[in-house]
């Protein structure tokens, strides 16, 4: 039996509120666990826990030199977003990480971004059963005029949490 996930939990918690306080309490959440999503406010619009919503709103503090959102806040929208939900979706015995960010930029971005995550059955089924493994996670960020202004590969490997021997 794959062992207790509290992220999960909070998750699975946090969607039986009303929509406007459960975006409220996983954005919480996520940046109080993720200090440097709470310093560019990323939000976290919805979860079914096999796919999540993200929005980072064209602030001030994460725009470049032409007032768009900087291509590092757009990278961190990202992997925030495939990071969550692989972090849902592992046994709570296995640490998530970063493996491998594939970033291109081939438009101008305007506006709000947003970025949208998801796993496949199989890919849930191989983080819950195999003790060390990697997934390819999709996301899709778009602007706020619907254009995909970066294109991203995001791997994410995982490990047991404690090391045996």
Known sequence: ?????????????????????????????????????????????????????????NYKKVQNHIGSVHAAAMALLAESATGFVVGVNLPGDKLPLIKNMNLQYVKRAQGDMQAVAWLTDEQIQKMQTEDKGEVTVQVKVTDAQGIEPILCEMIWAWVPKSRKG
């Open 1 to 57: 039996m794959a062992a207790s996930n509290p992220l999960r939990q909070f998750a699975i918690k946090a969607n039986t509120y009303p929509a406007w306080l459960r975006s409220k309490l996983l954005t919480w959440m996520f940046r109080y666990k993720v200090k440097l999503t709470g310093t560019t406010k990323v939000d976290i619009l919805e979860t079914d826990l096999k796919s999540v919503t993200f929005r980072q709103k």
